[in-house]
């Protein structure tokens, strides 16, 4: 399988995703947009990866190149192509099915858990997942569930944390790819946004402590994602082409 991925930052990339592409043999390939690399051909990938930033889904005038990648993901979309979109990824999504992108009512910043929403999870990657699930976040924003889609998960401080779109677009608003290394990285760089005395944005020491603990059983849950994924996109895959 082809996978290509969009990165809106130098300090997220796509983590342990690079791992289990390895372990796969697929081939991955990348759009750095904060370079202004080309976007590729539809035909030229199976699987379109939509990574996170700092910026939002609304700040089209702020970065030049976000109208083009909105038509871009758009394109795919249309043309049937399994699009995986993880926290701005998912935004962008969102707001590409026609949905609200707004601030969430929190920043969620650390390891949360999020609840799984039985009914709809099933026959879903997202069923790899436990019900309980603790993973990383990230985000001041959040969206109003597209029309058509099916919302899968849900934490204390966002209501909103994935949805499946038809049978190959999957909104993730939490981090599954990350290991302490991109902590690290993003904590690094997000460091205003590390602000005390808020009940979702953990101490920088704390979230690291907790990434210790969480981080291997995260990697762990992307793999069953991914697997669970790419056996579901498989046939979408060979349509799209």
Same mark, same amino acid.
């Given at each position: 399988?082809?996978?290509?991925?969009?990165?809106?930052?130098?300090?997220?990339?796509?983590?342990?995703? !690079?791992?289990?592409?390895?372990?796969? $043999?697929?081939?991955?390939?990348?759009?750095?947009? &904060?370079?202004?690399?080309?976007?590729?051909?539809?035909?030229?990938?199976?699987?379109?990866?939509?990574? *996170?930033?700092?910026?939002?889904?609304?700040?089209?005038?702020? =970065?030049?190149?976000?109208?083009?990648?909105?038509?871009? +993901?758009? %394109?795919?979309?249309?043309?049937? $192509?399994?699009?995986?979109? +993880?926290?701005? *990824?998912?935004?962008?999504?969102?707001?590409?099915?026609?949905?609200?992108?707004?601030?969430?009512? #929190? $920043?969620?910043?650390?390891? =949360?858990?999020?609840?799984?929403?039985?009914?709809?999870?099933?026959?879903?990657?997202?069923?790899?997942?436990? !019900?309980?699930?603790?993973? @990383?976040?990230?985000?001041?924003?959040? &969206?109003?569930?597209?029309?058509? %889609?099916?919302?899968?998960?849900?934490?204390?401080?966002?209501?909103?944390?994935? &949805?499946?779109? *038809? #049978?190959?677009?999957?909104?993730?608003? &939490?981090?599954?790819?990350?290991?302490?290394?991109?902590?690290?990285?993003? +904590?690094?760089?997000?460091?205003? #946004?590390?602000?005390?005395? @808020? #009940? =979702? +944005?953990?101490?920088?020491?704390?979230?690291?402590?907790?990434?210790?603990?969480?981080?291997?059983?995260?990697?762990?849950?992307?793999?069953? =994602?991914?697997? $669970?994924?790419?056996?579901?996109? *498989?046939?979408?895959?060979?349509?799209?082409?």
């Amino acid at each position: 399988m082809k996978l290509h991925y969009l990165q809106h930052v130098p300090f997220e990339g796509i983590g342990r995703i !690079q791992d289990w592409a390895d372990s796969h $043999k697929h081939l991955l390939s990348s759009t750095r947009l &904060f370079s202004n690399d080309r976007l590729p051909a539809l035909d030229n990938f199976d699987l379109l990866v939509i990574m *996170g930033g700092p910026m939002g889904a609304n700040d089209d005038r702020r =970065f030049k190149w976000m109208a083009t990648e909105k038509a871009f +993901i758009e %394109a795919a979309i249309e043309k049937n $192509k399994p699009v995986l979109g +993880i926290c701005l *990824g998912s935004q962008l999504i969102a707001s590409i099915l026609g949905a609200r992108v707004y601030a969430n009512r #929190e $920043k969620e910043i650390g390891w =949360f858990p999020i609840e799984l929403d039985p009914p709809e999870v099933s026959r879903t990657p997202l069923q790899a997942l436990q !019900q309980r699930s603790m993973v @990383f976040h990230w985000h001041g924003d959040t &969206f109003d569930l597209p029309k058509g %889609a099916r919302h899968l998960a849900r934490s204390r401080a966002c209501e909103n944390q994935a &949805f499946v779109y *038809g #049978e190959a677009i999957v909104g993730l608003q &939490f981090h599954l790819e990350v290991a302490e290394p991109h902590i690290e990285n993003m +904590i690094h760089h997000g460091q205003s #946004e590390l602000v005390s005395g @808020f #009940e =979702f +944005i953990q101490d920088p020491r704390h979230m690291m402590g907790l990434s210790a603990r969480y981080a291997p059983p995260l990697t762990a849950a992307l793999y069953r =994602f991914l697997d $669970k994924y790419a056996l579901q996109i *498989g046939p979408v895959a060979d349509e799209a082409h």
